[in-house]
């Protein structure tokens, strides 16, 4: 009998996997988001409740990734810095607002997609006018961005030309109209679904869909002058 | 070439998994037909590849830290605010309240204050028979020695407030009150006298020697002027009443200025009896009986003063009933009544005093 059950269950799971996974390329599972909505409500009610230390828990679970879509919008290290610094404390103040109908990263990146948005404007279209210059590539360590080597063992040419081809990826970017730029972050390069994107976005999921293909568009028309060829 | 177009339309949502199968089927049928078509879908996931390959950067190391300063940062400033916001208002709450409670208790004592004062100063209803002459003046003085033979004659003059309307605050009247206090001022001083003489004496025949010798009084009103402001003292005859007199002499407590609001409607009675304080108690009751509100009741020295608002219909009740303890003194005493109540103020006046009187009047 207790085989029959664990057997049903694996089919259920398998079943509902399937139904759930997402194409190749997105890195989060809808699963997965539900684990961590389940994980953030608990500390998200301790900051409603008064509780200013679960915020930290919350802080170091999400800044990554809000860091990368800082870093991706706004096209500049410091500025993506600030940016998290910014939507992390407006977070924090209006947390007690937040009714937990979306989930509470949905929330969070809304935020932080606001603040980038803010910031290119106060930057004006600075990385717009200013593509990336491929003579002086900024450096990594301290002055620049450090990004995650994809292997250990990959030899030091490789990596430079990965690097290489990385910035020609973030100048064509930067390059984008600014909404263009928001939806490819967060399509493309995070991952988020349309419904994620509709809510961070405030934006109607036909729209996102519009804005998606000629951002992609816009995008390939930049990297095949960039990159020659695809 | 339309086809391909809306082929198109349907690459992004293809890409991302978003077409149901019916359609999804129709794009792959038409990719396998349109090589121009499969070109750009596989540019298209190129640039995806390229864009989901993208390393993930690595925050600046200070970030968390900074973050976490800057919110406890805003946690002391929200504390700081919460602080000057909330923690006055646990104090501010009951001084407001405590506040509030004492403005209400101080107006409702200087409005009984002022009404004690007002029903003890104003009597409108007097003012006229004060500028008439000098003998009625005078007459009035003595009145509770003459009242029985004088009543049926005088008691319209005394009474009636129509030479001048009492507490008719027109300019018309502002303008007569100068001569007016300055004829009071002249009877002034051979009126006060008597009046005096309660104050300095209050047995009977000293009384009687001072008033009978009017260069005496004359300096007594002197000496007496000195003290107050003349003008005051000219006020004050002009009202020409002698309990108001009494009342000051008695009480010693030196006048509040005349007071604009006077009660439209004033009756005054004047009483006598051999036990003012008595006396004084048995017209509470029946003022009371009568439906009267705000009843006041202050003493002097042998003079007893209750005052009241009592319906205007009771007011002639209210004189039957008080002949009835005591012997009404109509000279001194009008009977207005207003429209709906009146303020009516009861002097007892101890009858030891009329004999202080009587031989004044004779």
């Known amino acids: 009998m207790e085989t029959i059950a664990l057997i049903w269950h694996n089919i259920i799971s398998l079943i509902a996997r399937d139904g759930t996974k997402p194409l190749a390329g997105l890195s989060h599972t809808k699963e997965g988001r539900h684990e961590n909505r389940d994980e953030d409500a608990q500390y998200v009610a301790l900051c409603q409740g008064g509780e200013p230390a679960a915020f930290e828990v919350l802080v170091r679970r999400h800044q990554k990734r809000m860091f990368n879509i800082a870093y991706r919008m706004t096209g500049n290290y410091e500025d993506a810095g600030d940016v998290v610094q910014e939507a992390f404390l407006s977070a924090y103040r209006t947390i007690k607002h937040f009714r937990g109908e979306a989930m509470f990263s949905t929330w969070l990146y809304g935020i932080v997609v606001n603040h980038a948005r803010n910031r290119m404007r106060q930057t004006g279209s600075r990385s717009y006018h200013e593509p990336v210059s491929l003579d002086d590539p900024p450096a990594g360590g301290e002055g620049g961005p450090a990004f995650d080597p994809p292997s250990r063992q990959t030899p030091a040419l490789d990596v430079l030309v990965r690097k290489e081809t990385q910035e020609k990826v973030q100048g064509c970017i930067n390059g984008l109209e600014k909404e263009h730029r928001e939806i490819i972050v967060l399509r493309d390069i995070q991952g988020f679904s349309y419904e994620e994107i509709t809510g961070m976005l405030g934006i109607p999921d036909g729209t996102v869909k519009s804005r998606l293909s000629r951002a992609r568009n816009a995008l390939k028309e930049g990297l095949k002058k960039a990159l020659g060829d695809l | ?362």
């Not at chain 2, 204050?113 to 003595?142: G, I, M, W």
């Not at chain 2, 002197?222 to 009480?251: C, D, F, H, N």
């Not at chain 2, 009544?337 to 002097?347: M, Q, R, T």
């Open chain 2, 1 to 362: 070439m339309r086809k391909c177009r809306d082929i198109e339309d349907r690459f992004t949502a293809y890409l991302d998994g978003y077409l149901e199968t019916a359609e999804r089927e129709i794009v792959e049928e038409h990719l396998s037909r349109c090589p121009d078509c499969l070109h750009k879908i596989e540019d298209l996931k190129r640039i995806r590849a390229i864009l989901a390959d993208l390393d993930e950067v690595d925050p600046p190391p200070g970030l968390t830290a900074k973050i976490l300063s800057r919110i406890h940062e805003e946690e002391k400033t929200k504390a700081g605010i919460f602080h000057r916001l909330f923690f006055p208002l646990h104090i501010k709450i009951p001084v407001q309240a405590l506040a509030t409670v004492f403005v209400v208790v101080l107006t409702v004592y200087v409005f009984k204050s002022t009404l004690h004062e007002t029903a003890n100063l104003e009597r409108p209803s007097a003012a006229p028979p004060a500028v008439e002459t000098v003998p009625d003046a005078a007459k009035k003085q003595a009145a509770p020695a003459v009242k029985k033979e004088a009543q049926p004659g005088r008691r319209p003059g005394s009474i009636s407030p129509k030479p001048a309307p009492p507490a008719t605050q027109t300019p018309k009247k502002e303008a007569a009150a100068p001569p007016a206090t300055a004829q009071a001022t002249d009877t002034a001083a051979q009126a006060s006298p008597p009046v005096r003489a309660y104050k300095a004496a209050p047995h009977p025949a000293p009384a009687a020697e001072r008033a009978s010798s009017p260069e005496r009084h004359t300096d007594d009103y002197l000496s007496y002027s000195k003290a107050p402001p003349a003008p005051e003292a000219g006020r004050i005859k002009t009202r020409g009443t002698v309990m108001e007199e009494k009342g000051r002499a008695a009480g010693s407590a030196p006048m509040a200025p005349a007071r604009a609001s006077v009660p439209d409607v004033r009756s005054r009675i004047t009483m006598m009896s051999k036990d003012p304080r008595q006396t004084a108690i048995q017209v509470k009751t029946i003022m009371r009986s009568l439906g009267a509100t705000g009843i006041d009741e202050s003493a002097a020295d042998n003079v007893a003063t209750v005052s009241g608002w009592i319906d205007a219909a009771a007011l002639k009740e209210l004189m039957a009933r008080l002949k009835e303890i005591a012997s009404v003194d109509e000279r001194n005493s009008s009977l207005l009544s207003g429209p709906k109540s009146s303020f009516v103020e009861i002097a007892i006046r101890g009858s030891g005093n009329d004999d202080a009187v009587k031989p004044v009047d004779r």
